[in-house]
Structure formats: structure tokens, C-alpha cells
């Protein structure tokens, strides 16, 4: 929130630069990233930290967009693109009809992929809830995502972070 305001206060402060666009783009909070995912990707940084995971998803170069995913039940998807920045997807459709805390999911788990470089975790517990974020769908355990489990859930995302 605080950078969104910053933003807001550097646009109306530069409005009478001679070239307010070029300002705009350097002071975007997330280059390269739908505006509409920036309070999650904010969120994702400070839940890290909170945890002791210092993140910066543009030193990561982290990109993301929101856009129709063709493949049926794919909500999201993290790309690593060789040298190119990694690339965050999130299904339109499932971002329209989704709760902040379901949107909050994807783009946690799909941040999980790209910026803590964490592979699927199937792990269930005896009553086949999921015990991870990281789950990758495919497999029988559900999810129990919710505003009570997310402390949990948010612990175990940040507590196995891959090899960077
Ligand atoms: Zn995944």
C-alpha cells in the first residue's frame, strides 16, 4: 500500500515533466507486472520477511500477467525463460470469478515456482488435506486455504525455499 501511495505522490510530482511517461515507467513499484497483481506480489515480500526471507521481486525480475490460459484447470503457471525474465501466468477466468484469498493462492504458489524455485509438495495429511501450497492439483489431498490456515500455510511456503 505504502508504495502504491509513493507511486501516486511521484505522478502527481513529475506531472509537469517534460516527458511524465518515461518518469512513470522508473517508478512503477513492479515493471513488467499487471497492476492488478501488484498487491500480492507486495504481500508475497513481506510475508517472506516476516519469516526471515528477504525477496525482492524485481531484483528477481519477476514478471507477471494476467491472461486466458487455454489448458483446462491450469490457474496459473511460473515460466523460467532461460536469460529472459521468469514469467508468473494467471488464468483470467480463474481471476474473475476468484476471492482475494483464492487469488492470493495462485499467486503465492506460482511465486513459489518462480522466486523460491520450490517444486510440487504432495504431502496430505491422514484426512487428505494438502499440507502445502505447493501442491500441484493433480493428486487426491484439498485444499484447506483459508483466512484461519493461512498462517500454517504461509510458514510452510517460506520455510523450504529452493536452491536459488
Ligand atoms: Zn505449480
Not at 482475494?100 to 524455485?117: P, S
Request: glycine share 8%.
Amino acid at each position: 500500500m505504502t508504495r502504491l501511495l509513493l507511486l501516486a505522490l511521484l505522478i502527481t510530482i513529475g506531472s509537469c515533466n517534460e516527458d511524465p511517461i518515461v518518469e512513470e515507467e522508473q517508478m512503477l513499484p513492479y515493471p513488467g507486472v499487471d497492476d492488478r497483481l501488484w498487491p500480492y506480489f507486495e504481500r508475497f515480500e513481506l510475508e517472506g520477511e516476516q519469516r526471515g526471507i528477504t525477496l525482492n521481486l524485481n531484483t528477481l525480475n519477476i514478471q507477471g500477467r494476467i491472461e486466458s490460459i487455454d489448458e483446462e484447470h491450469i490457474a496459473g503457471t511460473c515460466q523460467f525463460r532461460g536469460t529472459s525474465p521468469r514469467l508468473v501466468t494467471i488464468d483470467s477466468e480463474f481471476w474473475n470469478r476468484s476471492s482475494d484469498l483464492f487469488r492470493e493462492f495462485i499467486v503465492f504458489h506460482e511465486l513459489g515456482h518462480c522466486a523460491l524455485r520450490r517444486d510440487h509438495d504432495e504431502s496430505a495429511s491422514s484426512s487428505g488435506v494438502c499440507l502445502s501450497i505447493m501442491r500441484s492439483g493433480t493428486t487426491d489431498c484439498f485444499d484447506q486455504y483459508s483466512v484461519n490456515t493461512r498462517a500454517y500455510y504461509l510458514d510452510e511456503l517460506f520455510s523450504k525455499k529452493g536452491g536459488i
